[in-house]
C-alpha cells in the first residue's frame, strides 16, 4: 500500500496496480478488489481537489468519468458472478499487459480531437475492468499518457475518472455482499500508510528520474505476476 502510494502521489495513478495484485497474493481477489474501494475513493477526491485549478476540458472529463462509472459497474457485476480464478487469471494478464506497455514506451500521441472520440469506449472498457480486477491502467492511463496532457491536468483527470467509478462500486459491492464490515475496516486501515505515502511520491515525482521509479515498479510488478501465476497453477 505504501508504494501503491507513492506511485499514486508521483504520477496521479498506479495505486491500484500495486495494491489490488499485492492484496491478491494475501485474500481472494473478490477481497482485493473491494478493500481498495475506500482508500481509492478518498485519494482520488483529495486530488480532483487539490488540482481542482488544473486547465482541463469539462466536456472530456465528465465523458471518462461517465464512461467509466457505467463500465465500473458492468465489471462489478462480473466480479461477483465469475469464479476468483478466472478474475485473477485475467488480472494476471492486465500486469502482464501494463508491463509490457511500460517496457515497450511506445511514443503514442493521440490529438486531442481524435481522443475525444476514442474517451467514450476507452472509458467504457478501463471502468469495466476496474470493477472486475481492480486496474483499468492498461486502457484509461495509457490513453491519457498519450495525450500529453501537463501533469496537474492528467492528475485532474485520472483522479476524477477512478473517484467516479468508486462511487457506483461501493453501493453494487455491498449490494453483491462483496463489501462488508471487515473489508471496508481494512480500507480504512489502508488510508494510513496510503496518507503517508502519497505525499512522499508528490516529492520524489518533482525531484527524481521517472524512468529509474518506472523501472522498480515495473520489478515489483513482475515478481508479484509470478506469484499470482503459481498460485493459479
Known amino acids: 500500500m505504501t508504494l501503491g502510494g507513492i506511485l499514486k502521489g508521483a504520477t496521479g495513478a498506479g495505486l491500484p496496480v500495486i495494491a489490488v495484485p499485492v492484496l491478491a497474493t494475501i485474500y481472494d481477489v473478490r477481497v482485493a478488489v473491494a478493500v481498495m474501494v475506500l482508500p481509492n475513493l478518498i485519494s482520488n477526491l483529495r486530488q480532483v481537489w487539490k488540482f481542482r485549478d488544473a486547465p482541463y476540458d469539462p466536456v472530456f472529463v465528465r465523458t471518462l468519468a461517465t464512461t467509466g462509472a457505467i463500465g465500473a459497474g458492468v465489471g462489478t457485476v462480473a466480479l461477483a458472478w465469475l469464479q476468483p480464478i478466472y478474475v485473477q487469471v485475467v488480472m494476471i494478464a492486465i500486469i502482464a499487459v501494463y508491463i509490457g506497455l511500460r517496457l515497450a514506451r511506445l511514443k503514442l500521441l493521440v490529438p486531442m480531437p481524435l481522443s475525444r472520440r476514442m474517451v467514450g469506449p476507452v472509458g467504457l472498457i478501463g471502468g469495466m475492468l476496474q470493477g472486475a480486477v481492480g486496474i483499468s491502467a492498461p486502457a484509461a492511463v495509457t490513453f491519457l499518457n498519450a495525450i500529453r496532457f501537463e501533469r496537474k491536468t492528467f492528475i485532474f ?3 476524477a475518472f477512478f473517484a467516479a467509478m468508486c462511487l457506483v462500486q461501493l453501493p453494487l459491492q455491498i449490494g453483491y455482499g462483496i463489501m462488508t464490515a471487515n473489508t471496508a475496516l481494512l480500507g480504512l486501515f489502508a488510508l494510513v500508510p496510503l496518507s503517508v505515502a502519497m505525499p512522499i511520491g508528490e516529492w520524489i515525482g518533482k525531484k527524481f528520474s521517472a524512468q529509474l521509479f518506472d ?7 513482475t515478481a508479484l505476476a509470478i506469484k499470482l501465476l503459481f498460485d493459479v497453477l
Open 215 to 221: 523501472m522498480v515498479i515495473l520489478v515489483f510488478l
Open 157 to 159: 483527470t485520472v483522479s
